[in-house]
């Protein structure tokens, strides 16, 4: 189960890493098969929205490296 503040909308690549214990090596990957998160304007980071975030913990579990 994730928890995030309800005003919060949108997460950067290490917000995301940190709640859902993905690596950002695997995050990456999957937001690019997927098509999940979009490009931040002038930094290569991917911004996720809550409804990116929801599909990202459901597809991938815990990093164990």
């Not at 005003?7 to 690019?32: D, M, N, P, Y």
């Amino acid at each position: 189960m994730v928890r995030v503040k309800s005003s919060q909308k949108v997460f950067t690549e290490e917000e995301v890493t940190t709640l859902t214990g993905i690596c950002a090596e695997h995050l990456r990957g999957l937001a690019h098969t997927k098509h999940l998160g979009t490009l931040a304007v002038g930094a290569q980071k991917l911004i996720f929205s809550l409804a990116d975030l929801m599909i990202v913990n459901l597809l991938h579990s815990r990093c164990t490296h």
